[in-house]
C-alpha cells in the first residue's frame, strides 16, 4: 500500500489544529442557522414547548456537527476503504425491514435496536450510495466508463435499494435514490445517450410502472393533478399547505401567529411540512432567505468538488450537493404542490434522527477531501477499483 499523505513544508503531516483550520467553518454557520430555524419552528409547532420535537432537534444537530467534524478529520482513503462494506451493511438492513421493521402510518420504514433506537435505513443508504459509486468509479478508465459491461454493476447498486425502498412503501426516497446515482453516474462520464434511452424507456414502461403503484400512490398522483377532486381526502394535504403558504403574505403572520397551523389545519408540519409552517410566520421574505441560505450552502460544497484532486473525492463531494439539492427541491415542490406529495423532508429544518444524521454525515464526508488537501485516494492506495 502507498501512501500519499499531504505533509506540512517541515516534512511532518499536518496537525489537528492545521487540520480544524481547513474545516469548512462557514458552511457549519450555515447549517447551524438552519437548524436553529427549525428548532424555533418546531417549538412553534408544539405550542410555544420545546418537548416533544424542539430540544431533540437541538440535540441532534449538536450531535451532528460532532460527527461532521470526526468525518472530516478521517482520511479520504480511509471512507475509500469502508465504501463497499458500508453499502452491504445498509443494504442488508434495507432487506431487513419488511421483516422486522416497525410499522407507521401503514409504512414499514425502520428498525428498532435495543427498545429505543431507531434507524430509517433508507437514509443511511443516500450515504451508502454515495461513497460505494464513489469508490467504483476511482479507478476506472475513462475510456470503459460508458461500456456496457461497466455500466451493469453501478446500475445494480442503484437498482437493489430503489427495489428495497418501494416494498416499505417509499416511493419518494426510491425515486430520490434513481437520481442521485443517475446524476453520479452521468458526472463520472456515462455518456447521455444512455440516460436518453432510459428516459424513453421510462416513458413507454408507464402503464406497467402505474399499475404496478400502490392505490395510495395512484391517488396522489391524480390528486397532484386536481386536488379539488378530494379536498377532504387525499388532497386535504396539499390544499391546506397551499392555503398556509399564501396566508402568510410577503412578511409573515408572525412566530406563533400562523392560523392553518396554529389551529392544526396543517397536517405534518413538524416533517413533511415544516416549510409550509416556517412560511406561514415568516412570510415570503422568510422563505426565500432560507432557500437563499440552502443556495449558499450548494454552492460552497460544488465549488469544493471542482477543487477536489482525485475522482472519489470529486464524486463524494459532488454527491454531498446533489443529495442537498435533491432534499430541498423535492420537499418545496411538494409543499407547493408542483410534485405529488412523496414524504420528503427538508434538511436541518424537519424533525427526524435519521434525516438529520444522514445530511450531517454527507456534509462530513464532502469535508473530508478540503481538510486533507492531496491527501486523496490514488492508484494503489487499495489496489484497482474492484
Not at 428498532?112 to 443511511?124: A, H, M, W
Not at 425515486?175 to 442521485?180: K, R, S, T, V, W
Amino acid at each position: 500500500m502507498s501512501s500519499h499523505t499531504h505533509v506540512t513544508q517541515s516534512g511532518r503531516p499536518p496537525s489537528l489544529a492545521a487540520k480544524l483550520a481547513r474545516v469548512d467553518w462557514l458552511l457549519l454557520v450555515m447549517t447551524g442557522a438552519i437548524a436553529v430555524a427549525g428548532t424555533a419552528t418546531l417549538y412553534s409547532v408544539a405550542g410555544g414547548s420545546f418537548e416533544p420535537w424542539a430540544e431533540r432537534h437541538a440535540l441532534r444537530y449538536l450531535v451532528g456537527t460532532l460527527l461532521v467534524l470526526i468525518m472530516a478529520l478521517v482520511p479520504p482513503r480511509i471512507w475509500l476503504a469502508l465504501a463497499y462494506p458500508v453499502y452491504a451493511v445498509v443494504l442488508l438492513a434495507l432487506a431487513l425491514v419488511p421483516l422486522i421493521g416497525t410499522e407507521v402510518l401503514g409504512a414499514r420504514r425502520w428498525i428498532t435496536i435495543g427498545g429505543s433506537l431507531t434507524v430509517q435505513p433508507s437514509e443511511l443508504m443516500k450515504i451508502a450510495l454515495v461513497v460505494a459509486l464513489a469508490r467504483y468509479y476511482q479507478w476506472l478508465p475513462a475510456a470503459r466508463v460508458s461500456r456496457m459491461a461497466w455500466i451493469a454493476p453501478p446500475a445494480l447498486m442503484i437498482v437493489l435499494p430503489i427495489v428495497l425502498t418501494l416494498r416499505q412503501p417509499d416511493l419518494g426516497t426510491a425515486a430520490l435514490f434513481a437520481m442521485l446515482g443517475a446524476t453520479m453516474m452521468f458526472l463520472a462520464g456515462v455518456s447521455w445517450l444512455y440516460f436518453a434511452a432510459g428516459a424513453a424507456g421510462l416513458l413507454i414502461a408507464f402503464p406497467v410502472a402505474w399499475n404496478s403503484l400502490h392505490a395510495y400512490q395512484q391517488r396522489r398522483i391524480e390528486v397532484f393533478l386536481d386536488p379539488d377532486k378530494d379536498p377532504l381526502g387525499a388532497g386535504y394535504h396539499i390544499t391546506q399547505s397551499k392555503i398556509a403558504l399564501g396566508s402568510g403574505g410577503v412578511e409573515g403572520k408572525g412566530f406563533m401567529q400562523g392560523s392553518q397551523s396554529q389551529l392544526d389545519f396543517l397536517p405534518e408540519k413538524h416533517t413533511d411540512f415544516a416549510f409550509t409552517m416556517f412560511g406561514e410566520e415568516w412570510g415570503f421574505v422568510g422563505a426565500m432567505a432560507l432557500v437563499v441560505l440552502y443556495g449558499a450552502m450548494l454552492a460552497k460544497i460544488l465549488a469544493s468538488a471542482l477543487k477536489a484532486e482525485s475522482q472519489y473525492a470529486r464524486l463524494v463531494t459532488a454527491g454531498a450537493g446533489l443529495t442537498l439539492f435533491i432534499y430541498v427541491f423535492i420537499n418545496i415542490a411538494m409543499v407547493s404542490g408542483l410534485v405529488p406529495v412523496v414524504g420528503v423532508p427538508l434538511p436541518l429544518l424537519s424533525y427526524g434522527g435519521s434525516a438529520m444524521m444522514s445530511m450531517m454525515a454527507v456534509l462530513g464526508l464532502a469535508m473530508s477531501a478540503g481538510v486533507h488537501g492531496r491527501d486523496t485516494p490514488r492508484r494503489g492506495d487499495l489496489g484497482p477499483w474492484w
